[in-house]
């Protein structure tokens, strides 16, 4: 169980369609909430937030994109950047599947997502760091 002290919010309305919550879980692990829609226009600004995550000594990170609404090339690549550079540093990142259709369906497309460690609610996310699953970048196991 979480020590609800160390627990820490910083809300953020990147863009009138994208809503992003930034949430210290535990000491070493950010949570990213995100809501809306993640494109072009979005994922630019919301680069420039994760770019402090990429910095700091974060060593698990969880992208949740379970209230996405939208999903485009733009989206995806940036979360694949963002996967790819913390585990360059041997750092953890597992990401929550999409609800809406229209996400899942861009993420399916695409492929270029294949490999990245998805699980179908956060509360799984720890799981999946004890696992190693959200390390190694095996298709997630834990995903429905």
């Known amino acids: 169980m979480k020590d609800a002290l160390h627990t820490q919010k910083h809300v953020a309305p990147l863009h009138f369609r994208l809503h992003a919550e930034f949430q210290q879980r535990a000491i070493g692990t950010v949570a990213v909430f995100l809501d809306g829609e ?3 226009y979005t994922a630019r600004v919301l680069s420039e ?4 995550i990429r910095a700091a000594r974060i060593k698990r990170l969880i992208i949740d994109l379970s209230e996405v609404t939208y999903l485009d090339y733009t989206g995806i690549s940036l979360i694949v950047y963002t996967y790819r ?3 360059a540093r041997r750092r953890s990142v597992v990401c929550v599947q999409p609800r809406s259709f229209s996400a899942k369906g861009a993420l399916e497309k695409t492929k ?10 956060v509360e799984q996310a720890d799981e999946a760091f004890e696992s190693g699953l959200a390390s190694t970048g095996e ?6």
């Not at 937030?49 to 402090?52: T, V």
């Not at 298709?139 to 429905?144: F, H, N, Q, T, V």
Request: charged share 15%; no cysteine; hydrophobic share 60%.
């Open 85 to 87: 550079s913390m585990v």
């Open 139 to 144: 298709p997630a196991l834990l995903a429905e």
């Open 38 to 40: 993640l494109d072009f």
């Open 112 to 121: 270029i997502a294949y490999g990245l460690p998805f699980v179908s609610f």
């Open 49 to 52: 937030k994760l770019d402090w």
